[in-house]
């Protein structure tokens, strides 16, 4: 398997479609490397291990009797920290809101879902998605995989560091002002702002504002 870890989302898809490699056991190659690397990066700051283990397993056995959920069956996925997930954490960096849960996913989440991702951690921000750097009160820095002494640029750095790491197969940021275009730079990785107003920003606010 050397090497997987760097295949694109697509590419882990279709493999886990042909059966080459299981739902479970490249979500176990991930967590993994995020156990061998993550120390140093702080990129992944919230670990769903046991739910996501669940969600790979019945990936494997939906595949086993032909049932395909999506584009992304089994492709295990990060997310920034800042988009609501059930039952995790959702701060946008800020102390104040560090205890903060969401009760459900946000719509990104659910379309991602629906495509087939095993969603297992959330990757780290600054304090309110606002700085060329990813460090807040609450999780700590985040540093760039490829020299440990620099940033990963921000505010989708925890994302862009944990893909330029090999410790998750696809990652959801978001980007007003080069939130994931500017951290794709800083960490080699490809890096793609769609367009405003064509997805919907539900579920993706801070805690106590919603957003249309």
């Known amino acids: 398997m050397s090497g997987l870890h760097y295949s694109t989302a697509l590419e882990l898809a279709d493999k886990i479609k042909q059966k080459e490699i299981g739902c479970l056991e490249i979500l176990e190659l991930y967590l993994n490397r995020v156990e061998k690397f993550n120390d140093a990066l702080n990129a992944i700051i919230f670990l769903d291990q046991e739910g996501a283990r669940a969600r790979a397993i019945e990936a494997d056995r939906a595949l086993a009797k032909g049932d395909l959920w999506g584009p992304l069956h089994g492709v295990p996925m990060s997310i920034k920290e800042s988009f609501d997930v059930a039952g995790q954490p959702s701060t946008f960096g800020v102390p104040t809101h560090r205890n903060n ?19 297992f951690g959330k990757t780290n921000v600054p304090f309110m998605l606002s700085d060329w750097q990813s460090f807040n009160e609450i999780y700590g820095t985040t540093n760039n995989p490829w020299d440990v002494t620099r940033t990963p640029g921000g505010s989708s750095g925890g994302s862009a560091a944990a893909l330029a790491a090999g410790m998750t197969g696809i990652d959801a940021g978001s ?4 939130s994931i275009r500017n951290p794709a730079h800083y960490c080699g990785i490809f890096g793609h702002k769609p367009t405003m107003g064509i997805l919907p920003k539900v579920g993706h606010a801070l805690p106590g504002n919603d957003v249309p």
């Open 101 to 119: 849960i969401a009760g459900y996913d946000c719509l990104a989440v659910k379309r991602m879902k629906a495509a087939g991702v095993t969603l």
């Open 175 to 178: 980007d007003i002002g080069a």
